[in-house]
């Protein structure tokens, strides 16, 4: 059983940066495949990012590719998403997921946090 606590939301003027962080607790946080998802009122929860187990990048979505940054620290059971551009096309719920692969559909993913708000204003 792991569980996710995502933090770091806000609100940010178009063009800003927002770093949010998820915490993990629980059993071989080192283990999981780690993603970042969001999803905006009325639509989806997409894919934004995912980092395998050993540090490596799996991949980002091409809306965020160049701006946004995966990150994780095993040592202290946490992943950062460092966002940076932020856009209009930027607002939604960030949710931090664990899974036992780095995959783009939430079905791979058997851990969720609550999710963190990111507003941004122009």
């Known amino acids: 059983q792991v569980q996710l606590v995502e933090s770091g939301g806000g609100s940010v003027q178009t063009g800003g940066s927002v770093r949010l962080s998820c915490a993990a607790s629980g059993r071989s946080f080192s283990s999981y495949a780690m993603s970042w998802f969001r999803q905006a009122p009325g639509k989806e929860r997409e894919f934004v990012a995912a980092?395998?187990?050993?540090?490596?990048?799996?991949l980002y979505a091409e809306s965020v590719k160049g701006r946004f940054t995966i990150s994780r620290d095993n040592a202290k059971n946490t992943v950062v998403l460092q966002m940076n551009s932020l856009n209009p096309e930027d607002p939604a719920v960030y949710y931090c997921?664990?899974?036992?692969?780095?995959?783009?559909?939430?079905?791979?993913?058997?851990?969720w946090g609550q999710g963190t708000q990111v507003t941004v204003s122009s």
């Open positions: 997921a664990a899974g036992l692969r780095a995959v783009l559909t939430t079905g791979g993913y058997n851990y």
């Open positions: 980092i395998r187990w050993s540090g490596e990048v799996a």
